[in-house]
């Protein structure tokens, strides 16, 4: 079971650095101005969305790295945050930072899959959530969300980008099999 769970999320990892390479070269027929332009979705464009979704991921990255388990593939410098960030700070207003801090995080989130150990995902994970609320579950439970909230908001960026004119093609899971 264990290895099972653990190739689970390598191949969702697979599929995580596959789709997002989709989404940025889909942006890239977009200039800077209609990437950050408000089109009324949660995060309001397409570059926020984005941003969302590499605040997201670190902040879940630097929790599984507070668990006691040493990942050689999430080095603190890769997954920290600055003091007071949110799901709606700005820290890479640059396109270009943007896409190489997405291709880094993707690269990392695939060799932490990678060199997870076996009984990782049925570990208890224990963090606070942004609100202080102190969480305790299952890291598979973590390792899930963290994957769907990705998928959750790559459909939102999907749609942003149809809005726009821009098809980015198949993006479907089964895809890659």
Known sequence: MDEALRDNYRFLARYNRWFNQRLYDACEQLNDAERKRDRGAFFGSLHQTLTHLVLADKMWLERFTRQGVVFAALPAQLVALPPGSDYTSDLHPDWADLR????????????????????????????????????????????????????????????????????????DLVALL
């Open 100 to 171: 190489r801090t997405r291709a880094a995080l993707d690269e990392a989130i695939e060799a932490w899959t990678q060199e997870m150990a076996a009984d990782f995902p049925v570990s208890t994970m224990r963090y606070a959530n942004t609100k202080g609320v102190q969480r305790e579950h299952a890291a598979w439970k973590a390792l899930t969300h963290f994957f769907n909230h990705q998928a959750h908001h790559r459909g939102q960026v999907t749609t942003l980008l149809m809005q726009a004119g821009i098809d980015p093609g198949v993006t």
